[in-house]
């Protein structure tokens, strides 16, 4: 005898939350490598900033296409969906940017705060900004403990900042993809 497979509205949501989120999320993989980039070609840092903003207009298609072929979207099953896929979307990113701290930057981080903080425009703007501190000692300690910084502990830092990020779009995305009130 076959069994049907009934899942709950909950995991249908999550389900397609994963999906949704895979793809969120290697749009800001995508957008993170671009950025990173952009340090070497300043076009690449452009370009990683547009996927970036692109991929909230993507997410908001996906889940009005979840919304008009799959199930109804009510305001709190639209944040429910958003929210998961967000939520996916930086635990991917988190991955790609371990990997790249871990295995592809090869300290080009360092190198170019360290090659910015050498030109003479953004010294003259530090020693406005922190006046009576010694502005070279304050910014070869700082690149000396970002340097000696795990990717771990790096990727740490990152995933808390995607999650924050993937809980304030959250919403906004979730009131643009939800049900339409019918009258």
């Known amino acids: 005898m076959a069994e049907e497979n009934t899942y709950t509205e909950s995991q249908q949501t999550r389900a397609y939350a994963g999906y949704y989120g895979l793809w969120i999320g ?14 070497v070609s300043p076009f ?6 547009i996927v970036g903003i692109c991929s909230l207009p ?8 979840f919304r008009e072929h ?17 939520l996916a979307a930086a635990l991917i ?4 940017q371990y990997i790249y701290f ?11 705060y360290t090659e910015m903080l050498q030109q003479p425009e953004i010294h ?35 995933l808390f900042w995607n999650v924050l990020l993937a809980t304030v779009v959250a919403f906004p995305c979730a009131l643009m993809s939800k049900d339409k009130f019918k009258p």
Do not use: E, H
């Open 26 to 39: 290697l749009m800001w993989a995508a957008a993170f490598g671009l950025t990173m980039y952009g340090f």
């Open 44 to 49: 690449a840092g452009n370009l990683g900033f």
């Open 58 to 65: 993507v997410a908001i298609s996906l889940f009005r296409g």
């Open 70 to 86: 799959v199930a109804p979207l009510p305001l709190r099953r639209a944040w429910y969906l958003s929210w998961m896929s967000f």
């Open 93 to 96: 990113c988190t991955v790609a």
């Open 102 to 112: 871990a295995y592809i930057d090869d300290g080009l981080l360092v190198r170019s």
């Open 124 to 158: 003259d703007m530090l020693s406005k900004l922190l006046p009576g501190q010694d502005v070279d000692k304050m910014s070869n300690d700082a690149l000396a403990v970002f340097s000696s910084t795990p990717p771990s502990m790096i990727a740490t830092q990152f």
